[in-house]
């Protein structure tokens, strides 16, 4: 089952504690949602939701766990490291990425508290990494043979934050698609020729962003519930998103405030 693209040299850290005692009468969640993503960009924005489950009307009994990479480990984001990861971490295949046995599953799981039959393990990346198309056919198979769920972007995350701000409609879809360079200014005269049309794009709404660097999610918060509207006018299937413009984070969203 393994795939050959450093599985022994990526490992994902333990869930961080949060107290969520304030929130909740019980002990124990109804379902936890862990989140595994490609880099800093995607795990502050789901801490974001974490920490605000309040203001996003998140019911008491819904963790959400952002789960990082160890340190040292961060650029190591290939989807198919990401999803050989879980499995790991799901018990679902050792060290060497051979599988282990369904009844030996739940004993080599190395989340505290797991439960396969209600919680959610979610890969998030994008659709424009680099060679990606060589693994595409893996990774939704063996997803859905272990109910991983694909939470995918095309072209990048960033098109997410875009939805944020009202009237995404306004740009050109071939060109949020297309996402080109903005070499020599092509683009934009007054951004950098080093940054791609969405980032430019989020960085002028958002008043500032650099992608790959941690959000500032107070930007985006009041402005969610729009994202998810405005998701709605492009595709959401994740296997449609392989090849459409779109994103399935809001979908993700609409599962967690269930």
Request: net charge neutral; charged share 30%; glycine share 6%.
């Amino acid at each position: 089952m393994g795939e050959a693209i450093g599985l022994e040299r990526l490992n994902l850290r333990t869930p961080k504690l949060f107290d969520y005692t304030s929130e909740s009468g019980t002990k124990k969640a109804r379902i936890h949602f862990y989140c595994v993503s490609e880099g800093a960009t995607e795990e502050s924005y789901f801490y974001g939701i974490r920490n605000n489950k309040v203001e996003l009307e998140i019911k008491n009994d819904v963790y959400i766990e952002v789960i990082e990479k160890q340190k040292g480990q961060e650029t190591l984001s290939h989807p198919m490291q990401l999803v050989n990861a879980c499995l790991f971490q799901m018990g679902r295949i050792d060290s060497e990425g051979i599988s282990i046995p369904k009844e030996k599953w739940e004993q080599n799981c190395k989340w505290d508290n797991f439960d396969a039959q209600i919680d959610q393990v979610c890969v998030i990346f994008d659709r424009d990494y680099k060679k990606l198309e060589k693994s595409l056919d893996k990774i939704f198979d063996l997803c859905n043979q272990h109910g991983i769920k694909i939470v995918l972007s095309n072209p990048n995350f960033e098109l997410w934050l875009l939805m944020h701000f009202p009237n995404v409609e306004q740009y050109a879809p071939e060109l949020l698609l297309q996402n080109k360079k903005n070499l020599r200014h092509q683009i934009f005269k007054d951004a950098s020729a080093n940054k791609k049309y969405l980032e430019i794009l989020v960085s002028k709404n958002a008043d500032g962003y650099s992608k790959g660097s941690r959000l500032r999610f107070e930007k985006f918060l009041p402005l969610v519930n729009t994202a998810m509207k405005q998701a709605k006018m492009y595709c959401e299937d994740s296997k449609k998103l392989v090849d459409e413009l779109g994103t399935s984070v809001g979908r993700l969203i609409e599962e967690i405030k269930l």
